[in-house]
């Protein structure tokens, strides 16, 4: 979709988007009750995908942030995930580095 597609070229400025096929005001938390979501409806459909996609799946990928959190802030910190990823920088803002590798699960 042109939100993908858009997320991808700036993922500095996107963090998510909304289908254009939605129907307007479908994400009015007025009407959330009616259409039977609520604030983690969007959290347990993507546990729920992961899960589907493979046992452990969504449990190895909290595992990896983990793993990735400890790693940034260890005595190495942005050079080891330089390193790690094949980044062409060091990350320079750790949470923000974070808060991407999270959000492009």
């Known amino acids: 979709t042109l939100t993908t597609l858009f997320r991808l070229k700036y993922p500095h400025i996107v963090v998510g988007g909304l289908a254009a096929s939605a129907p307007v005001g479908y994400y009015d938390p007025q009407a959330w009750?009616?259409?039977?979501?609520?604030?983690?409806?969007?959290?347990?459909?993507?546990?729920?995908?992961?899960?589907?996609?493979?046992?452990?799946?969504?449990?190895d990928l909290v595992h990896a942030v983990s793993i990735a959190n400890k790693t940034v802030r260890g005595t190495r910190g942005p050079q080891a995930v330089q390193s790690i990823f094949s980044l062409c920088y060091p990350p320079v803002d750790v949470e923000a580095w974070l808060f991407w590798l999270t959000e492009a699960l």
């Open 33 to 59: 009750r009616e259409r039977g979501v609520d604030e983690y409806t969007w959290f347990r459909t993507v546990q729920r995908v992961y899960a589907e996609a493979r046992p452990r799946c969504y449990e």
